[in-house]
């Protein structure tokens, strides 16, 4: 594979931005079984500081060269196997570097049912073709009479054949395949229209009813909402090149006719010309426009999982509310008001459920219940889950707390999204046996303000609720993207060895679900890790696992204090010679930046750990264990605003900001409908891409816009200019408000007859294969 991996190396490192020895290191490491935040973290003198973006770049990177490699093999075996391998055909396939093209070059020589053109060489009218292809001056109409005989009729049946075999000629040329889907590229128009009489069951898709625009800037989150439209059988999709070109020839045409010196110049070239256009026609556009959309879904796809694992990042760090005891509140109105106490560490205290609302209406036993709660476990901290009744609980809870007197806990509403997938999950029913499922949605409300990463990791990350159009994506990149973010997250903020459950361990690096289980059994049957080099005691965890984990898990006032920082064990003399250095006890100059920040970083420099993990290690010591996560803050609620009637036009309001999409961000203002903040609305300035601007969990100010009660629609602006507000474009509204209906299931298309015709019926069928 060391053979392989130079080939690779120099292709990956200039698409990365990085030598091609690093990659190739880099590449040796992961193949190793190394992990991106171990290598990240604790190899960069071995890749030359390759940071965690680049490494997951050049592992899927590597991922699709593999395959693409492995293809190549294939195809080269298969043409050999037939005789038919030439020096230039192999020098074309040695130098493909994508799978298009590869499968292009394949085209001619792949195995195939029988077709049109193989019928007519077996009627004998292979010569045919061939004489009009070398004599371009003769008419196609008297070569053919020769061949009518058996069964070729007449000379109509002898000329189609001809055509059929001139045809596949021209559609398997890989040159000529490239340039037509290259100029398709540029060219292309993507077109969506209403199936007539979905107008009314389709109207959140009306933006769309009559719409066009170039294939090649068509942003993804657009193509995935006509996507969808078109798979609940409102809309059909149709990609158009040339349609509006009035000369008689078509560019396509004549790139075809160009192909194969086809001019106009005698009879046979003027029937090779026509040829040339029902190919083109019956069958290069259609095979072309399923590509193109293809690869449309495929970069609307891309760029929908990269917004949704930004979201989920920004989710997963965002602020902790810290150990303090918190009181979760699952508001619900007919079925109760649950209610979990959790201490500081997220141990269960208490549940109960009060009925605040219609039919028992008990709102002074809810609010004496609560408040004597609140006194009994000293509870600092409330999280109302944003769900139906968020704002009616809050209001209960407000008028309570003001009836309090002393210190007040703090009230936060906060996503309750994958609250109700865990508490059925199996470890919930693991941790909670004896709990119901509906209490268990408190205990994760309250625990998810605590620490929204520790608790957001028992969810699957894709029920979250911060992606765009997350049903209609590939499952497989989806998965594979969100649990690279979930593995990033948890090892940038590290865990506590003692306290950190089973599905948060699964996460560290090296570690998986059965070695985390077999952690926290240890840690149950034997007490707490006194000391990092303890985990060589757990089952099965031996020292490559302990390599790549150790330095992630903290055991904080432990036997080592180096234990509760993000130094690695096999660093520990370095750091104790840097201690050595300041002539003080490790736990003194443990935080003390001044001492360190003196010493010269160079002299530590040793055979195994050059300048970059010292200085890392030195300013760990500085800032021990510090989280990167920014500090605990609460958007305020206006009062008074508690639905969407309750908004008019040009109210300041303050809002958390729940997903950010390519097309602007939404915010929860407390009205139970999030309000979008179109991109062109985020500044005073012109922002290309939101997350410039802002991030999942962000705390702003917005102004109202527009109110479409109707169609629930908020419009927000955050610019500050005090100008005139321009008005959102329809169509990008028109996708916030698909948006919120991804993540409902898609229909499952049972019909065979597919809206759009052919190329919608293939697209289906290209789409049951993926």
């Not at 920004?314 to 902790?320: H, R």
């Amino acid at each position: 594979m060391s053979a392989d991996n130079a080939r690779l190396a120099p292709l990956i490192a200039s698409e990365i931005n990085a030598r091609a020895e690093q990659v190739t290191a880099a590449i040796a490491l992961l193949d190793e079984g190394a992990t991106v935040p171990f290598i990240s973290r604790y190899r960069k003198e071995v890749t030359g500081g390759l940071d965690d973006t680049q490494l997951r770049t050049l592992a899927e990177r590597l991922s699709y060269l593999r395959e693409l490699n492995a293809r190549r093999a294939s195809i080269t075996e298969s043409i050999n196997g037939q005789g038919k391998m030439t020096d230039d055909l192999l020098r074309k396939i040695v130098s493909a570097t994508t799978k298009a093209e590869l499968e292009d070059l394949y085209l001619p020589y792949k195995p195939k049912r029988r077709t049109r053109a193989e019928i007519a060489r077996e009627r004998g009218l292979g010569p045919l073709a061939q004489a009009i292809w070398d004599n371009r001056s003769a008419d196609p109409t008297t070569l053919a009479q020769s061949y009518v005989q058996g069964e070729v009729a007449d000379v109509k049946a002898a000329l189609e054949g001809a055509r059929d075999i001139v045809a596949e000629t021209m559609t398997e040329n890989a040159d000529l395949l490239g340039r037509l889907r290259d100029y398709m590229r540029r060219n292309a128009t993507f077109r969506a229209k209403v199936v007539e009489g979905k107008q009314a069951a389709g109207e959140k898709f009306s933006d769309y009813f009559d719409h066009s625009e170039k294939w090649a800037t068509v942003p993804g989150h657009r193509a995935l909402a006509m996507l969808r439209g078109w798979n609940e059988e409102v809309l059909t999709l149709t990609i158009d090149v040339d349609a509006d070109d009035p000369s008689p020839v078509k560019p396509a045409q004549r790139t075809i006719a160009n192909a194969f010196d086809i001019r106009s110049g005698g009879p046979a070239d003027a029937w090779l010309m026509e040829v040339a256009g029902w190919t083109w026609r019956v069958k290069l556009s259609m095979s072309l426009s399923l590509d193109l959309m293809r690869e449309l879904r495929e970069r609307s796809e891309e760029e929908a999982i990269h917004v949704f694992a930004r979201n989920l990042k920004d989710l997963l760090l965002a602020a902790p509310a810290g150990s303090r005891a918190t009181m979760g509140l699952d508001p619900g109105i007919r079925t109760g008001v649950k209610v979990a106490i959790i201490d500081g560490t997220g141990k269960l205290l208490e549940t109960t459920t009060v009925y605040p609302f219609p039919p028992k209406n008990d709102i002074r036993g809810t609010q004496a219940e609560l408040a004597s709660l609140i006194k009994k476990h000293n509870v600092e901290l409330i999280s109302i889950g944003n769900g139906t009744g968020s704002r009616e609980t809050e209001r209960l809870v407000a008028d309570m707390l003001g009836q309090l007197t002393g210190a007040k806990p703090t009230k936060v509403i906060v996503s309750e999204a994958g609250a109700s997938i865990y508490s059925a999950s199996a470890s919930a029913a693991a941790e909670f046996p004896n709990l119901d499922v509906t209490l268990r949605g408190a205990v994760s409300i309250a625990r998810r303000l605590q620490d929204p990463l520790a608790e957001l990791v028992k969810i699957e990350p894709k029920s979250i609720g911060v992606g765009q159009y997350q049903h209609d994506v590939d499952q497989g990149k989806l998965s594979r993207s969100l649990d690279a973010v979930v593995e990033d997250a948890v090892n940038a903020v590290g865990v506590d060895l003692n306290t950190a459950s089973a599905p948060l361990l699964s996460r560290v690096s090296g570690l998986g679900a059965s070695i985390a289980d077999a952690i926290v059994l240890h840690r149950d049957q034997t007490g707490p890790f006194a000391s990092r080099k303890e985990l060589l005691k757990v089952p099965r965890l031996g020292q490559r696992t302990f390599e790549q984990c150790a330095g992630f898990l903290r055991i904080p006032n432990g036997k080592e204090p180096l234990d509760s920082s993000s130094v690695h064990p096999e660093a520990y003399g370095v750091a104790k010679k840097i201690v050595a250095a300041c002539g003080r006890d490790l736990r003194s100059v443990m935080g003390d930046s001044a001492a360190l920040k003196s010493l010269d970083p160079k002299q530590f420099i040793d055979e195994q750990f050059g300048l970059p993990t010292v200085k890392d290690i030195i300013a760990e010591l500085e800032k021990p264990g510090r989280d990167p996560r920014p500090s605990f803050k609460t958007a305020t609620f206006a009062d008074g605003v508690d639905e969407i009637t309750d908004l008019k036009p040009g109210m300041l309001l303050e809002g958390t900001v729940t997903n950010v999409a390519a097309f602007g961000a939404f915010v929860d203002i407390g009205v139970h409908q999030d309000g979008l903040v179109h991109v062109s609305q985020l500044a005073d300035r012109f922002i290309k891409d939101p997350h410039e601007v802002v991030k999942a969990g962000d705390v702003v100010k917005v102004r109202v816009v527009e109110v479409d009660v109707k169609r629930k629609r908020i419009g927000l602006t955050m610019r500050k200019d005090g100008g005139e507000v321009a008005p959102q474009p329809m169509r990008e509204k028109g996708n916030a408000n698909a948006m919120r209906h991804a993540s409902a299931k898609p229909q499952t298309r049972t019909e065979t007859a597919q809206p759009g015709g052919a190329l919608a019926a293939a697209l289906a069928e290209a789409m049951k294969k993926r």
